[in-house]
């Protein structure tokens, strides 16, 4: 079946503009994570959801970036007024509901620039 | 937080030689997985293994999870298993429920022909 997509594969943008990323998960997997990796801070966690609920948004690194999730399914992260160090590449998974600790299954990722 | 240590951080290799990488863990998980990062940045799973051993043709893993570490074999490397590979765990934070993975900074291999 089809795996995890995400768009735009690419987007260059200008400092202080808003940016949106979006996720489509694998049919049926009801937990969505974001995260990036960036050179300098390797893959990182940002924020993780449980249907359409977010119980861990520990990772997120300001009150610029937040996420949402809608009829379980896609999910939009959207960084507000971007600096050059969001520059990245953010990596959406999706893993099926059950028991503790389900394989994580990572999209291809959307590789942000900002200059 | 637990820490994920990856060794060695970069492996030469001829083709055809095998090597082994290791992962440790600084505290107990419900979710280990090991990822093989291709050129294109696409992680692609290899290995769901909190515990045990598992194969998959020339790979196979190995994770003893009282002891905090787990170990992946290539054998007979060949030039399209350069790139990087993660390890990644994943504690039991929500009473039950997934938690996100943490990635240790992965070992960059490169296989010579």
């Known amino acids: 079946g089809a795996g995890v997509s995400q768009s735009p594969s690419n987007k260059v943008t200008e400092k202080g503009k808003d940016v949106e990323l979006r996720c489509d998960p694998i049919?049926?997997?009801?937990?969505l994570y974001w995260y990036r990796q960036s050179l300098g801070q390797g893959l990182e966690f940002l924020i993780y959801f449980q249907g359409n609920s977010a119980p861990d948004k520990s990772g997120l690194p300001s009150d610029r970036f937040s996420a949402e999730r809608t009829g379980g399914s896609v999910s939009t992260l959207t960084i507000q007024r971007t600096q050059q160090e969001d520059s990245a590449v953010y990596l959406c998974?999706?893993?099926?509901?059950?028991?503790?600790?389900?394989?994580?299954?990572f999209g291809p990722g959307t590789r942000l620039l900002v200059l | 937080g637990i820490q994920v240590e990856q060794s060695p951080p970069d492996l030469i290799l001829q083709e055809g030689a095998n090597s082994t990488l290791r992962c440790n863990f600084s505290?107990?998980?419900?979710?280990l997985q090991w990822f093989h990062q291709n050129p294109w940045g696409q992680l692609i799973n290899l290995f769901y293994?909190?515990?045990g051993t598992k194969q998959n043709g020339r790979l196979s893993a190995t994770t003893v999870a009282t002891e905090r570490y787990s170990l992946l074999y290539i054998s007979s490397s060949q030039t399209t298993d350069s790139g990087v590979y993660f390890c990644?765990?994943?504690?039991?934070?929500?009473?039950?429920?997934?938690?996100?993975?943490?990635f240790g900074k992965g070992t960059k291999l490169s296989v010579k022909p």
């Open positions: 998974a999706s893993s099926p509901p059950g028991r503790r600790g389900e394989t994580q299954y």
């Open positions: 990644a765990v994943g504690g039991d934070y929500y009473g039950g429920s997934q938690g996100n993975l943490i």
């Open positions: 505290d107990s998980v419900n979710n």
């Open positions: 049919s049926g997997h009801t937990a």
């Open positions: 293994i909190p515990s």
